[in-house]
């Protein structure tokens, strides 16, 4: 049986990622209330060390780590954000690192992991099994895998953001978050409950990628193929063993959004706020939008969780 991570791990890492991780501003946007009729609050993680919330729980996995482990190195797999926040901790943290990637990640954030020390290794998302070439790895070299999201030290870290918003925003009526693998839904989870408890918490991933979607409603998680879907962050094939039992346990429900939703919340975020953001960031914003007749006169929260964006890619998905 597992044991599953608490909010208690929430505070911990929270100490750990002090004077490490940037405590992201809240922003608000006067267009988005009117829109929403609503008082929205977006916690943006875009503006995070390394571009997204992934740098939380990579360091705080990492910084418990024993002398052997930090000798010996980390190894992960990742499209990209918890590729570089592997590799940016690991760095910080005086540790080598290897980062499995797929051939078809975006340009940016291969070259970023690099640039953050880490040993790249590609692979063919569509025909090679990530999960196996880690293991296989970490058994050769005598690596430690931390995986992208269904660990419980990753999952501690990411709940520090949601629990910053709280803080800084105080309750919220509901809360709205990415979904690929569940950390930072499940680790948001963690922070919702115990401290906005009536809060109503939503997971939202890609249209054509809904395995958590499927999995929250038929209670138990569903496997499904690599979904071809602009949200390269939320290309997951199927939830955690940690992150489902959490997100079963603790979240209201979960919802989609297209790719054509994500580029209008992009263009919004570019045009009106001044912010980069990647596709899979804007999902949580694209799902409230949707919602507003639900949402008028409540406060509402919104994490974007990263901004690691191609700039040649993100123009093009603008100019369309």
Same mark, same amino acid.
């Given at each position: 049986?597992?044991? +599953?991570?608490t909010?208690?791990?929430?505070? /911990?890492?929270?100490?750990r ?8 501003p809240?922003?608000? /946007?006067?267009t988005?209330?009117?829109e +929403? ?6 916690k943006?993680? #875009?503006l ?5 919330f992934?740098f939380?729980g990579?360091? #705080?996995? +990492? /910084? ?10 980390v190894?992960t797999?990742? =499209? ?5 926040a %592997?590799?940016?901790?690991a760095?910080?943290? &005086? ?7 797929p #051939?078809?990640? @975006? ?8 640039g953050?020390?880490g040993?790249?290794?590609l692979y063919d ?8 070439i880690?293991?296989d790895?970490?058994?050769?070299? &005598?690596?430690t895998?931390?995986? @992208?999201?269904?660990h419980?030290?990753?999952?501690a870290g ?11 925003a105080?309750?919220l009526?509901? +809360? ?14 963690l ?5 906005a @408890?009536?809060?109503?918490l939503? &997971? ?6 809904n395995?958590?979607?499927? =999995?929250?409603?038929?209670g ?5 193929d690599? @979904? ?9 094939q199927h ?7 959490i997100?079963l346990r603790?979240?209201?429900? %979960?919802?989609?959004?297209t790719?054509m939703?994500? %580029?209008?919340?992009?263009?919004f975020?570019?045009?009106?706020m ?5 596709p899979t960031g ?14 008028q006169g409540?406060? %509402?929260?919104?994490?974007? /969780?990263?901004?690691?964006v ?11």
């Open positions: 049986m597992l044991t +599953l991570p909010y208690e791990d929430v505070v /911990s890492a929270a100490g990622l002090e004077g490490h991780a940037h405590r992201t809240v922003m608000r /946007s006067r988005i209330d009117k +929403l009729d609503a008082e929205v609050f977006f943006c993680e #875009n995070q060390r390394m571009g997204a992934k939380r990579a360091f #705080n996995a +990492l /910084s418990k780590f024993d002398e052997r482990q930090r000798r010996a190195g190894v797999f990742s =499209s990209g954000n918890h590729a570089q %592997i590799a940016l901790s760095s910080l943290l &005086g540790m080598a690192s290897t980062i499995i990637m #051939n078809d990640a @975006p340009a940016a954030k291969v070259a970023a992991t690099r953050y020390g040993k790249v290794i998302r569509f025909t090679e099994d990530r999960e196996q880690g293991r790895l970490a058994e050769k070299q &005598g690596l895998l931390i995986p @992208p999201y269904d419980p030290d990753v999952i990411q709940g520090t953001a949601a629990r910053e918003l709280f803080e800084d105080g309750e009526d509901a +809360l709205f978050v990415c979904l690929g693998g569940g950390g930072l839904l499940s680790g948001t989870a922070a919702t409950r115990a401290l @408890p009536r809060c109503r939503y &997971g939202v991933e890609p249209e054509a990628g395995d958590g979607q499927q =999995s929250f409603r038929s138990s998680i569903v496997h499904i690599t @979904p071809k879907t602009i949200a390269d962050g939320a290309q997951t939830l955690g063993a940690y992150t489902f039992e997100i603790d979240v209201n429900d %979960i919802l989609t959004a790719d939703e994500l %580029i209008d919340c992009m263009r975020f570019a045009t009106r001044k912010l980069i953001v990647e804007c999902l949580g914003f694209a799902a409230a939008r949707k919602m507003k007749l639900q949402l409540q406060r %509402i929260g919104v994490i974007i /969780s990263g901004g690691n191609d700039l040649n890619r993100f123009c093009a998905l603008l100019a369309n």
